[in-house]
């Protein structure tokens, strides 16, 4: 454990040096691999965006279906048609292809209209890609400053688009004043790497709670930790606070 209890204190002191106290946690992301046909849920409420790494150069779709699309070199924007009709609003339901070249890629969404917020969605480069963009990311550094990068990338949201993001809203039960929410898990492929990220509230209103990183550090939030952080060990009433746990994919537990 001299290993995880040294990026622990570490990462700790950068949270008043180095981080924002306050980051907007964004909105819901779906990534896209090129040649894979991807169920994607996007809002039929709202505009969303398509983020390419390279440059659009053609997106094909079905008009009819009340889509419409507009796009840049590096960006696109979807917007379902919103009907009004005998004093309903109607919004779109039914399933939409869309094909998407990017750089020499071809991505290949079926979009599923649904009443969520807007949705982003980011197309990768590939998994070889992928690997390659990750690992020059990281080169060259000792794994302990490996572990401290990503931490601060994820924090200020600097996430480089080589990584995969997973959002959710998943609740995991496991202190009594304490409401633990698991908000995304970002995979940092090549490196054998993820960070998971929480969000604490305290259950009980106008009370001051004190928390501490060893409590966190258990196998239903992480089985391999390498490293973890909080951004506020303090939470008074009204506060919350981010942790984020640095764990690996595979291998043994970390000693």
């Given at each position: 454990m001299t290993m995880l209890l040294a990026i622990v204190l570490t990462l700790l002191s950068?949270?008043?040096?180095?981080?924002?106290?306050?980051?907007?946690?964004?909105?819901?992301?779906?990534?896209l691999l090129p040649e894979v046909t991807t169920k994607v849920e996007l809002s039929n409420t709202d505009v969303n965006r398509?983020?390419?790494?390279?440059?659009?150069?053609?997106?094909?779709?079905?008009?009819?279906?009340?889509l419409t699309v507009h796009y840049t070199k590096k960006d696109a924007y979807l917007k379902f048609e919103v009907i009004k009709e005998n004093n309903r609003i109607l919004y779109a339901s039914v399933p939409t292809e869309i094909y998407i070249t990017c750089g020499a890629d071809v991505y290949h969404m079926i979009a599923l209209p649904k009443r969520i917020p807007s949705k982003t969605v980011r197309l990768s480069s590939g998994t070889l890609k992928t690997i390659q963009a990750n690992r020059s990311y990281l080169r060259g550094l000792p794994f302990e400053e490996k572990v401290l990068?990503?931490?601060?990338?994820?924090?200020?949201?600097a996430v480089p688009d080589s990584f995969t993001v997973r959002n959710s809203?998943?609740?995991?039960?496991?202190?009594?004043?304490?409401?633990?929410?698991?908000?995304?898990?970002?995979?940092v492929d090549g490196e054998g790497l993820l960070i998971k990220e929480f969000?604490?509230?305290?259950?009980?209103?106008?009370?001051?709670?004190?928390?501490?990183?060893?409590?966190f550090l258990r196998s239903e939030l992480a089985v391999r930790p390498v490293g973890i952080t909080i951004d506020r060990l303090l939470l008074k009433p009204g506060e919350s606070a981010r942790m984020l746990i640095v764990e690996r994919k595979g291998g043994p537990p970390h000693e």
């Open positions: 950068l949270t008043t040096e180095a981080f924002p106290q306050e980051i907007e946690i964004p909105a819901g992301e779906a990534r398509i983020i390419c790494s390279g440059a659009i150069t053609d997106i094909v779709y079905s008009k009819e279906k009340g990068k990503l931490i601060k990338a994820v924090y200020t949201d809203r998943k609740a995991i039960p496991l202190f009594r004043d304490l409401s633990l929410t698991q908000i995304r898990t970002i995979t969000l604490i509230t305290p259950k009980m209103t106008g009370t001051t709670v004190q928390l501490k990183e060893k409590d």
